[in-house]
């Protein structure tokens, strides 16, 4: 008798069916509906057949139906009856968590009336710019005066048709990670893309307009060589284009376009002091403040840190107001 599938753990999605047991070793990827690669174990009586495939490649299928009608000593037709229901359930799976995710996706804060009167309260204030930049402090940013006033409105620019762009520049341990990370948190999570490490086509592969108005924080601009091209049309051209083959169910190839839309606004860290002209021309360059004044006022929060004279809640309470401004 067949069983539901087993997704406690999504890394290991198991299946009974009758004397057959199922394991999908690493689980089912949720994108790529047009196809459905797994790693498979399937057991019977102590035997084992592990194999990776595509099951919607009628081939691969069949090939794997016959080594474990073999192996098991087990009619084909059994065997395929019980591939045949594995599929279907996971597909009902896959579209279940796609579901799940767009829901996810869509969960926009939005503000209640008294949230927009204070923030318009806010907004309407004189020397709105110093003020701004004295929360900022309050919120644990360090020091850096002048780079992080800078920084929030080049990230708050993600809202605007034509966004600006940052990169921060310094020696390791200067701090452009702490500086670009606390300035980040002031912005509304659901607009914000933290990256550390990012593949030569992984921005292709997001939905046509998941990147649209987005700000997007690379920490390490120095490892992310293979997708600074894709990355640099979409600052510039607000749309990246790919097409990709691949093998529908009976093994033909055909092509998918794929298109991801912006504008985006990006910020971004190096150790390099030169950086690539195609990068820099594109956005505003922050030299961290290596000075011993900046040293001395990083050393006195942590003094205070380690006193437990630093108000974490307060910290909080300034960078919950500034993500419900930059959201109105």
Known sequence: MATNLDTTNPAYITWQYQELNFGLLGGLKIEGLERMRVTLKVEHKQQAVRHNLDLYNNDSLDKLVRRCAERFALGTSYISSAFATL??????????????????????????????????????????????????????????????????????SRKREEPLHVISLGSSGTGKTHLQSGVGELIPPEDVIQITSLSENALYYFGKQELSHKLILIED??????????????????????????????????????????PICVGG?????SVYEDNSNRSFL??????????????????????????????ARVSSSFRMCNGY
């Open 286 to 315: 922050l030299h961290l403040d290596e000075s011993s004044e900046q040293d001395e006022k990083i050393m006195h929060y942590q003094r205070l840190k380690s006193a437990g004279k630093v108000d974490f809640k307060e910290q």
């Open 269 to 273: 860290c190096t150790t390099k002091e």
């Open 87 to 156: 599929i279907n359930l996971l597909e009902a799976y896959r579209l279940e968590q796609l579901k799940q995710l767009t829901k996810e996706k869509e969960q926009v804060k939005q503000l209640t009336e008294p949230e927009k009167k204070e923030a318009e309260a806010f907004l309407k204030q004189p020397d709105l710019l110093q003020r701004t930049n004295e929360l900022i402090g309050q919120s644990g940013v360090v020091g850096e005066e002048n780079n992080r006033i800078l920084m929030y409105l080049v990230f708050t």
């Open 221 to 262: 601009l120095d490892g992310a060589g293979e997708v600074l091209y894709p990355l640099r049309e979409l600052q510039s051209k607000k749309v990246i284009t790919k097409t990709v083959v691949y093998k529908n169910q009976t093994g033909e190839a055909q092509t998918v376009h794929l298109r991801v839309e912006g």
